[in-house]
């Protein structure tokens, strides 16, 4: 018998889900539009309140190009050591099984806790990466994927080895708190003796419904609007600057991506103390409407080139975004998707918050890399930011119907 869906109490039920804005990534690629069928939602209803059933099944993994969502929980597990190639085989298999239901808001075949048990999709999202270390200790080093080399160092990083790196590395977001940790539970209980936790991150993003349009960009704990001049997937090299070529090597990670984790805390109490004409300063923007500092509005734009009145750049010569554009940077491009965190207060009192960082590219050597070198050197905001911790995963192609994530990579 089929199990029920937990959408069908939605519909029987009227229960109230809070819905996420689409962020400015927007573009509803991995989104089923229509409503969940047996609801009575319509569609324009699930989309406001963000609760779409995204399409699991896809070139991509849904996640990367999915509407932004307000909760995620990030995890990164280690393989136990007795795991070895089928092992870990297996354990795609079954969490392919477990996104499929969970992202379908249907109660797991196997095992469910009913943590999420009546509640919607909840535009749920599950993104599965590994690192270059799961590959190494599967002795498939002939597969590691040159783009897959570490991160270096850069000035200013105080990286916590302990939260950084990891075999596997697991992104389960969505628009409710329950539906996205019943689904990293169940993603945790199928690994138990292959895989255990190394370390977890939850952050948030605007809550559902309180933007005053869906596609408004997202705000930081700064009080920044953060997104601003994203790449779109409406964009001409969107696919070619965020995804992994048809023809790359090693083939596996073929319409894959690269995804960047950086938790990096902000020195709020410090950022409080400046006025508001130099928080703007130092990222080059308006805080209340996002425009650049040269002018116009949030989707102006930016004009580096132009003065005050004092003879002095509008947008300074050390301003965030000055030195993350692309034009200034050979063109390095990134998705960003991060989440705020705020996991109450340091030893010394201080608030310990900040943004989880996650950007997702083709290749981090001509992406993350670069903008981040600058930054370190020269960003006016390093002063007010620490780099926690550090980790990248490369993310494989989204699974099929007659397949299960990362199938080609433990076939071959
Ligand atoms: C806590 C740390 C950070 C904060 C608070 C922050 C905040 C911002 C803000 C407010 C903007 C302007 C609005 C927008 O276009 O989104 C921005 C832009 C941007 N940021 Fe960051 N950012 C942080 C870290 C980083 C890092 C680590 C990178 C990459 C290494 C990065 C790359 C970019 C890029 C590429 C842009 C767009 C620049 C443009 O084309 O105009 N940011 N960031």
Redesign the pocket.
């Known amino acids: 018998m089929t199990a029920p869906s937990r959408r069908r109490f939605l519909a029987a039920g009227g229960v109230g889900l809070g819905g996420a804005a689409l962020g ?1 990534t927007g573009a509803a690629l991995a989104t089923r539009q229509s409503p969940p069928s047996g609801s009575t939602a319509s569609t324009a209803s699930v989309v406001a309140t963000g609760n779409q059933e995204l399409a699991v099944y896809g070139r991509y993994q849904p996640g990367i190009i999915a509407p932004a969502q307000s909760q995620a929980r990030l995890a990164a597990f280690d393989l136990t050591d007795t795991a070895n190639r089928a092992a870990v085989a297996r354990l795609m298999r079954a969490w392919t099984q477990i996104a499929a239901q969970a992202c379908a808001g249907r109660p797991l075949a196997e095992g469910d806790d009913a943590m999420a048990y009546g509640r919607g999709p909840a535009s749920l999202s599950v993104t599965v990466g590994f690192g270059s270390s799961l590959l190494r200790k599967l002795g498939l080093h002939d597969l590691i994927p040159d783009a897959l080399a570490p991160i270096p160092a850069f000035p200013g990083d105080h990286l916590d080895p302990a939260r950084s790196d990891g075999d596997v590395g697991v992104l389960v977001a969505g628009n409710d708190g329950l539906v996205v940790l019943h689904a990293l539970r169940a993603l945790q209980r199928a690994a138990t003796g292959t895989a255990r936790a190394r370390w977890q991150m939850s952050g948030f993003s605007d809550a559902p419904g309180v933007m005053p349009i869906p596609t408004s ?1 997202p705000r ?3 009080g ?7 790449p779109t997937p409406t964009q001409a090299d969107f696919a070619e600057k965020i995804f992994v070529p048809a023809d790359a090597t090693p083939a596996w990670m073929r319409g894959g991506s690269y995804l ?1 984790v ?1 938790r ?3 020195l709020l109490d410090t950022w409080d103390t400046l006025d508001t004409a130099t928080q703007e300063a130092v ?3 308006r805080k209340t409407t ?1 425009a ?1 500092l040269s002018g116009g509005t949030e989707q102006t734009p ?1 004009d580096y080139t132009r003065q005050r009145a004092d003879g002095g750049l509008a947008i300074p010569a050390d301003a ?3 030195l ?4 200034t ?1 050979q063109g ?3 998705l ?1 998707r ?1 989440f705020s965190y705020h996991d109450g207060l340091r030893p010394d009192g201080t608030p310990d918050a ?2 989880l ?1 996650l ?1 997702f590219q083709a290749d981090p050597r001509i992406g ?2 670069p ?2 070198q ?2 370190a050197e020269a ?1 006016a ?1 390093s002063t ?2 620490t ?1 926690e911790t550090n980790a990248l995963f490369a993310i494989p192609p989204g699974a099929q119907p007659s397949n299960y994530l990362a199938q080609d990579l433990f076939d071959a």
Do not use: C, E, W, Y
């Not at 920044?224 to 994203?230: A, F, I, M, S, Y």
């Open positions: 400015a960009t930081n704990l700064m920044q609007l953060d997104g601003t001049d994203n960047v950086r990096i805390r902000m990222v080059g923007r996002g650049p930016p965030h975004i000055r993350a554009n692309p034009t940077n390095a491009t990134i960003r991060g900040g943004l960082f950007a993350f890399i903008i981040q600058r930054l960003d905001l007010f930011i780099h």
